[in-house]
RNA sequence: GACCCCGUAGCUCAGCAGGAUAGAGCAUCAGAUUCCUAAUCUGAGGGUCGCGCGUUCAAGUCGCGCCGGGGUCGCCA
């Protein structure tokens, strides 16, 4: 077979780079232009930034539509129809474009040849699960930190979106060339983890005869009982009766290690895993903190003053008091926000800063802080800290998880509250598996509310996008099972060498210009730290997918195992190349793909 | 009172650096199976994109102001 690689006719990059369809003619669209100032038919210095290409809406209007002609008429000085229409003519001369029209109020519609989309498939069985790489992070750095659930409890559902979102996003990231690191911020600094420690104590009075005293404000869940346990096994009766300054640090050490412990095997077996832990209390007491601020001193950010009321509601016990203020309305914050508490201690918001410093001076371009949507209210003063510590130089994008709501057949699940623990994420997985809560959790936008309902996501249906999704994949691994059974060579390199021209069909190159959205789908949804988009395009993939396997029921020159070997192989090809498309979308999302349903 | 998120078909939600006649699933109705998995597919009906101004050649998308729902609001993390 002679065709030519369209997409891939630069190859896959170093990094199996697959540069996209979108900005292959965009570079093809920029050089026409160039190419007109240079004849005099535009005037020079025009600036290009906000020329697109894209697939229109409306498939009628062709393969891809550019704005070109609209954008650049004004500043050129010419009718947009007129330049456009000029513009046509310049790109038809390209050997993927078979035509070029103006339409509506310029847009330039291109229409391209069969082979541009037969090479697509191509190109896919030669990059496999790597084709769609983007080179889009450029080596840089991204900083991820996600979950950081305090280390009081087991983690629950709100928990497991967070991470799924956050590991999702790193996978992501991490596809189109960023250099992730995962990170988790451990909250053992602060007084939550006292009160652990007070509670624990009181299982390991327990675990010793004694009858517990859960006083209110301590934790009463049964999970600590094993903590108790353990410091019987650890430090025996030596705690006993001991007044608490001497018991409080030993346990505290204890019982946050067996709870982190706890919170690592829950994230692995939702398939996450952390590349750095960092722990809140690594910055008390080593001058970490104090350095993070003597740098806003510096910077002239840190003053000592005192606070307005905030307006309207005034709590009762509110009075004025001088105390260490961060200027963070000098980076867009509503309000300056105090470093340290009237009792001289440090507030939440002093750890937090020097832990963004430190990620700071670990070098990273851009960080990215996956929160709960009740932490909305910080989102302000944590970019004023990245964006005044970095001098501008670093962004930091925060992304809200909102909340999940738990059904069972339509009707919420309770929460067992006497037990003192929420739906767990462990319950979750144990119950539907790591690829159902994954997939599932990612079929929405992160800052709106998810429904998850333990039927329906294990419902074998359409209804389900992860069964949906799954059985196209599963469909096409069946597909080659018996091929080979056929006797067929279906490795990806032998398909790769079918006659991919044979692919002309109307649904066959419909499914292939769907595969050729993937490398522009995977930096669109990277760019907007948005992997929810990587679901949905997989949705409407397999429902492509489907529906051309469908019509294989009245059309059956559309069968994949029909037609004679040297069609079917083309067609095999089609069905691997969108097999392996869907496989590297799963991976960003951290689900395995089905080979067969059951 | 201030700030953040949300408001798109009866329901649940997409809508990609603003782009052409706003999409999908569910639900409703009508169809497709001697044939690679019908666990699927095809078609029909269903919309003042919460409301109003503004920016733009072009607004569901950007800005401002309202309305409705949720969240947060100095010494808790």
Redesign the pocket.
């Known amino acids: 077979m002679t065709l030519a690689r369209g997409l891939g006719s630069a190859g896959p990059g170093p990094r199996g780079d697959a540069m996209s369809l979108s900005s292959e003619l965009r570079a093809v669209i920029l050089g026409r232009i160039e190419a007109m100032v240079a004849g005099g038919d535009l005037p020079a210095g025009l600036d290009p ?2 020329v ?1 290409v ?5 498939a ?3 393969d891809m ?3 070109a002609a ?2 650049l ?2 500043p050129a000085g010419l009718a ?1 129809r007129a330049l456009a229409e000029a513009m046509a003519r310049a790109l038809a001369a390209d050997p993927r474009i078979a035509a070029a029209e103006v ?7 291109l229409r391209l040849r069969p082979w541009v989309w037969q090479g697509v498939v191509g190109d896919v069985l030669a990059g496999g699960r790597d084709w769609g790489r983007s080179g ?1 992070g450029a080596g840089r750095r991204v900083n991820v930190e996600f979950v950081s659930a ?1 280390p ?1 409890g087991p983690m629950h559902v709100g928990h497991a979106r967070g991470a799924v979102f956050g590991d999702a996003l790193a996978r992501l990231l991490a596809f189109a060339g960023w250099e992730v690191t995962r990170e988790y911020y451990i ?7 006292d009160v652990l420690a007070r509670s624990a104590y009181e299982r390991y009075r327990e675990a010793h005869g004694l009858s517990p005293e859960i006083a209110e404000g301590l934790y009463p869940g049964d999970y600590l009982i094993a903590v108790g346990e353990a410091l019987v096994a650890r430090f025996g009766a030596s705690l006993l009766d001991r007044p608490e300054a001497e018991w409080l640090a030993p346990v505290r050490a204890t019982a946050t290690a067996m709870m982190m412990d706890q919170i690592r095997e829950d994230l692995g077996r939702l398939g996450v895993r952390m590349d750095v832990f960092f722990s ?1 209390k690594s910055l008390y007491g080593t001058g970490r903190i104090e350095a993070a601020l003597a740098r806003l001193r510096d910077l002239g950010l840190l003053y000592e003053g ?2 307005d ?5 005034t ?1 009762e ?5 001088e ?1 260490t203020l961060f200027r963070s309305t000098l980076h867009g914050d ?2 300056d ?2 470093v ?4 001289g ?5 002093a ?1 937090d800063i020097a832990y963004h410093f430190d990620k700071l001076e670990r070098g990273f371009d851009l960080l990215v802080d996956v929160l709960g ?8 003063r944590l970019k004023a800290v990245v964006a005044a510590l970095s001098e501008g130089r670093v962004a930091l994008d925060v992304k ?1 998880v ?2 999940v ?1 738990l059904t069972r057949g339509g009707q919420p699940v309770k929460m067992s509250k006497r037990a003192g623990t929420f739906v767990t994420l462990r319950e979750v997985v144990d119950e539907v598996g790591p690829d159902v809560a994954r997939f599932v959790m990612l ?3 992160n ?5 998850f309902d333990f039927d329906r996501v294990l419902e ?6 992860v ?2 999704v799954q ?1 196209a994949h ?2 096409i ?3 080659l099972r ?1 091929a080979a059974e056929a006797g067929m060579a279906v490795t990806d390199a032998a398909l790769a060498g079918a006659d991919l021209a044979l692919l002309d069909h109307e649904s066959e190159l419909a499914l292939a210009r769907r595969l050729a ?1 993937w490398p ?2 995977v ?3 990277a ?2 730290h ?1 992997p ?2 990587v679901a ?1 395009y997989l ?2 993939l ?3 997918f ?9 059309d ?1 020159r ?5 037609g004679g070997a040297i069609a079917a192989a083309a ?1 095999i090809a089609l069905a691997r190349a969108v097999a392996v498309v869907i496989s590297a979308g799963l991976a960003i999302l951290g689900v395995t793909p ?1 080979e ?3």
Do not use: C
């Open positions: 930034a906000a697109t894209e697939p229109p809406r409306d009628g209007h062709g539509a550019t704005n609209m954008v008429a004004r947009p339409a509506g109020p310029g847009f330039i519609n889009l305090n009081t909250n053992d600094g602060g007084a939550q983890v809140e005192v606070l009321p905030p307006r309207g509601k709590p016990d509110w009075e004025p008091r105390q509503d309000v926000r105090p340290r508490k009237s009792d201690g440090w507030t939440y918001f750890p949507a009740d932490h909305g209210g910080y989102v302000r809200l909102q909340l709501r079929t929405r936008k800052d709106v509310a998810l429904d074998q249906s359409k209804d389900n996008p069964f949906y059985y599963a469909r691994a069946s597909l018996k959205e522009r789908l930096e669109v949804a760019r907007a948005e929810h988009r949905f949705y409407d397999a429902s492509e489907h529906a051309h396997w469908t019509r294989g029921n009245e059956t559309l069968r994949f195992l029909e067609r089905a067969e349903m059951r």
